[in-house]
C-alpha cells in the first residue's frame, strides 16, 4: 500500500516529465531572411519657395502714367518695356538737341575746309570740334531723361497684379508692379545644427504641396548659410527646384524629404527584436542536423523605417531570425519553421493563409 507522501511524489513525478516532453517538442515559429538595402537617413523640413530673382518696379522720377504696355501675370523679356511716362517736354529737348548736333557738324565741316584753305585758323577749328562735343553731350543728356520715363523689365520674368493706371502720378520708390523670375525656384528650409554635416550642396531632395498632393517636385541643395541661428540651434539651407511650367509661386510652403548618407544595410521586421533593458536581441535560426534550434543573439539597431529596422552589428543579409513566436523560445529550443515571410510580404497575410 502507498502512503500519502508517495502518491504525491508519483504525481509531481508525472508532471515534471509531460512539462519536460512538452518543452522538448518543437515550437512551430515563422522566420524572415534578414535582407541588404539600399537605404539613408531621412531629413524632414519644412520651407519656403522663392523666386530666382525678385524686382519691385518703380520710377526714377516724379510724373504721370501716359501709358500701360503690361497685364496682369503677363511674361516679359529683358529690356521690354511695361510702363511709359508723360515725355512731351523731352521730346522737344531732344528735337532740339539733335537739330544743335547736327548743325555744330555742318560747322565743324566747313571749317576743316577753311583751314585746308588757310583762311581759317586751328584755333578756331578746335572750337568747332569743343561745340560738336557739347551737342553731343547735350543730345545724350536729353537721351537719359528720355529713358528715365520708359519702365523696362530688368530680366526675363513673369509681372504680377498691376497696381497703377494710366494718369496715376508716380514718384520715385512707388511701386508699379511686382517681377519675378521663376524659371528656378529657391527652395529655404532650416534643419538643425546636429544635422549640418549630412548636407552638402549637389544633394538631391523631394518636395511636395498641398497645392498639387501628393505630386513630387525634384530639386537639389544649392548652398548652406553661413552661420547658425543662436536661438533655435538650427542653419537655413536653399535648394533649387526647376519651374519651367510656372506651377510653383513665391510664398508656397514646401514639405521637403532629403535623403543623406546612403548605404547598404541589413534590414529585419521590427517584430523580431527581443528588447531587454537597454539591449536588444533577436532568435537566429540555426541548422543542427535535422533540426532547427533557436539561437539568441544581440543586435545594435540603426535607422528605423515602417515596419522595419536597421541592424547594424550582430547579424549579416542571409540570417533567418524569428519574427513571431520569438517571445515563447529559449535559447536553445528545438523549433519547427511554419512560414517563411518574403521581403515585404504581410505577415497577417501569411499567418491566415497558413494551416
Do not use: C
Not at 196 to 209: C, D, F, N, R, W
Not at 219 to 227: M, R, T, W, Y
Not at 309 to 315: S, T
Amino acid at each position: 500500500m502507498l502512503n500519502r507522501r508517495q502518491v504525491l511524489l508519483a504525481l509531481m513525478a508525472s508532471v515534471w516529465s509531460l512539462t519536460s516532453l512538452a518543452q522538448q517538442a518543437p515550437l512551430p515559429v515563422i522566420a524572415v531572411v534578414a535582407e541588404s538595402r539600399q537605404i539613408a537617413n531621412p531629413i524632414e523640413a519644412l520651407g519656403t519657395l522663392n523666386a530666382n530673382e525678385t524686382a519691385v518696379i518703380s520710377a526714377n522720377i516724379t510724373a504721370t502714367i501716359s501709358r500701360v504696355r503690361f497685364d496682369d501675370g503677363q511674361r516679359v523679356k529683358a529690356g521690354d518695356v511695361l510702363v511709359e511716362l508723360t515725355n512731351s517736354e523731352q521730346l522737344a529737348q531732344l528735337q532740339e538737341a539733335e537739330v544743335s548736333l547736327a548743325d555744330a557738324q555742318r560747322q565743324l565741316a566747313r571749317a576743316q575746309q577753311l583751314v585746308e584753305s588757310r583762311v581759317l585758323s586751328r584755333q578756331e577749328l578746335d572750337d568747332r570740334r569743343r561745340a560738336v562735343d557739347i551737342a553731343r553731350a547735350q543730345l545724350q543728356a536729353v537721351q537719359a531723361r528720355l529713358a528715365d520715363r520708359l519702365i523696362r523689365a530688368p530680366f526675363d520674368s513673369v509681372v504680377g497684379l498691376r497696381q497703377v493706371s494710366v494718369g496715376t502720378l508716380v514718384a520715385p520708390g512707388m511701386p508699379v508692379a511686382t517681377l519675378h523670375d521663376d524659371s528656378v525656384m529657391k527652395l529655404d528650409f532650416s534643419i538643425p545644427e546636429t544635422l549640418m554635416a549630412q548636407i552638402a550642396p549637389g544633394q538631391e531632395l523631394v518636395a511636395t504641396s498641398r497645392a498639387y498632393g501628393a505630386e513630387r517636385f525634384r530639386g537639389e541643395v544649392a548652398s548652406l548659410d553661413n552661420e547658425v541661428d543662436p536661438v533655435t540651434r538650427s542653419i537655413r539651407v536653399r535648394a533649387l527646384i526647376d519651374n519651367a511650367d510656372g506651377r510653383l509661386k513665391p510664398g508656397m510652403l514646401m514639405t521637403v524629404d532629403l535623403r543623406s548618407e546612403p548605404r547598404q544595410a541589413v534590414m529585419i521586421p521590427e517584430e523580431a527584436l527581443l528588447p531587454l533593458g537597454r539591449d536588444q536581441f533577436v532568435m537566429v535560426v540555426e541548422a543542427a542536423e535535422d533540426r532547427f534550434i533557436a539561437r539568441r543573439q544581440q543586435v545594435q539597431t540603426g535607422l528605423r523605417q515602417p515596419g522595419l529596422v536597421e541592424v547594424v552589428a550582430g547579424l549579416e543579409a542571409g540570417d533567418r531570425v524569428v519574427t513571431h513566436g520569438n517571445f515563447r523560445l529559449q535559447p536553445g529550443q528545438t523549433i519547427t519553421i511554419k512560414a517563411e515571410l518574403e521581403p515585404g510580404e504581410s505577415p497577417r497575410a501569411v499567418i491566415s493563409a497558413t494551416p
